[in-house]
């Protein structure tokens, strides 16, 4: 029997996308900062995976991965679900060189679906997300030219009235993620699908965010140090998932203990409810230091 | 006295447009299409002097171009040629010489348009009270409290009981409908609002409650209007002066009881006759 021949990475250039393609997603990035929460349009290329799954995201971290670059993927806060473990292993196959990491320290480039690290992010980070719909003028208006028109003229009027709409039916504005969000006073962006939790994080942040819609065919990006304001009345001020239980005291991490996290609600075998923090990396971080301190202590 | 809108020489060609157009319509021509190149000269040479607080009656029949004046006045059509000046307290507005932001926040703000048909006019997915608020949130309201008892308050005035404020206008009667329409073209204050046939399609006890309720608005707010209307009675009801338009031109214009009482044109003529 003839030995099995070791695979070789198939023959793509670095960063899988031929050099045009990323000098014309390089270029709508450019723009997309120039111009804090405006939808640049751009030609999402064909990916192997299927659109839907973060091929606008993955373009972009393809376009600004470099030999030097460490790259983490996260999905909902994991590293490990099958989505973001395939991506990262993507990359380091098709752009060799390239350091794989699940820490959020060590990252230079972040591709994220659904959340933003709690970990601050710092100046030299990337965060990159994986959009599906990236218009929040989508649920008013039909008409695609005239939700251009709408967002030259920064005329959100009607997303305010489905926030008052929300508020006369619901008394509380009832919309969980992908919260419309003002960028430097005006484009209004629809976030990519993160909780309400994270918008807070767009605000003057310290690192650039980008985001990616493949299908949709469209890049915006949230500038460092650029102000992010979600829609709300003077009087009814944006409020993020407060975790507190029947007792009104905040939830803390089953497995980390931390108390100012976003948390995910799991149920166990026999329906026990417990929960834990979303962001993995940062909760194991957060178990390791506690894990060290008793026996520094002891040492000292 | 200072005239809260002029218009002159107001024309609003559909088509290519030949030198012969506008000889070759009119009501002496006894139409508006061109023969020569099948352009329609919906309106042409419209002149118009609208004082504050009054109610100016525009008159005519179907396709004599009355709708296609207020849809120009209300940017909803780029007029041929023409000109307006819209004289709002201090400011005066060229109003066809406006950017497309300044013609946005005009209409949000200082103008208010009321059309026949209450689906052109509202939303009727969200409540009344979301109509109201929209404009509001347009014109950068966005206290949620103030804007509650501003739409409140207006949907009073209007006669909508409050406790429908947060249905849907879908629910409602034609006439309710048109009455929540009303209360959102006045929700910002304006000093013009546009009636666009507004108690066509109503029964005649809804209409006369329309009626009267335009009519309080006008005195106690001191609103001007154009009011476009077919029917006579309105005109009668409403308009201190009017203006009788036919095949795009106005005919006759002067004070309403004058031009029903002795009607110079013979159009009018027959018009009032036909009335009677």
Known sequence: ???????????????????????????????????????????????????????????????????????????????????????????????????????TTDATVIQTRHRIPERRLRADQILVFQVPYPDPLVVVEANAGKRREMHGAANYARLWTKLYEDMVTFDEITISHRYPTRIAGHYVIDPSPIPRWDVPKLHMADCLYLFGAGREKRIYAVPPHTTAQPLSFSDVPFRVEDFTDEHGKRRACARCGATGTFLDELLAADSVKSYHCSDIDFCTETLKATQCAPSSKSAA | MRPILEVSGLSRIYGPGCPRCIEATGPDAERNVCPHCGSIVAVHDV????????????????????????????????????????????????????????????????????????????NLDISAGGNIAERLLMSDVLSYGEIRERARDLLARTQVPAIRMDEHPRRFSGGMQQRVQIARALVTNPPLLLLDEVTTGLDLSVQARILDLILDLQERLGIAMIAVTHDLGVIRLLATRTVVMRYGRIVEGGLTDQILEDPQHAYTQELVAAAL
């Open chain 1, 1 to 103: 029997m003839r030995a099995r021949r070791k695979r070789r990475p198939a023959s793509y250039g670095f960063g899988f996308l031929d050099e045009n393609a990323k000098k014309e997603l390089r270029r709508a990035l450019m723009k997309a900062v120039a111009i804090p929460g405006y939808q640049v349009p751009y030609a999402s290329r064909e990916m192997p995976i299927a659109r839907g799954f973060g091929t606008g995201g993955l373009q972009i971290t393809l376009a600004l991965l470099g030999e030097d670059d460490t790259v983490k993927v996260i999905d909902q806060g994991s590293d490990e679900s099958v989505n973001a473990a395939n991506l990262r292993k993507f990359f380091a196959l098709v752009c060799l060189g390239v350091t794989e990491t699940t820490r």
């Open chain 2, 47 to 122: 002149g118009l002097r609208l004082m504050p607080g009054e109610i100016l009656g525009i008159m005519g029949e179907s396709g004599s171009g009355k709708s296609t004046v207020v849809k120009l006045l209300n940017f909803d059509e780029t007029p041929t040629t023409g000109r307006a000046a819209f004289f709002d307290g201090e400011r005066t507005w060229d109003l066809f010489g406006l950017n497309a932001a300044e013609k946005r926040w005009l209409r949000d703000n200082r103008m208010g348009t009321v059309y026949q048909n209450p689906h052109l006019g509202l």
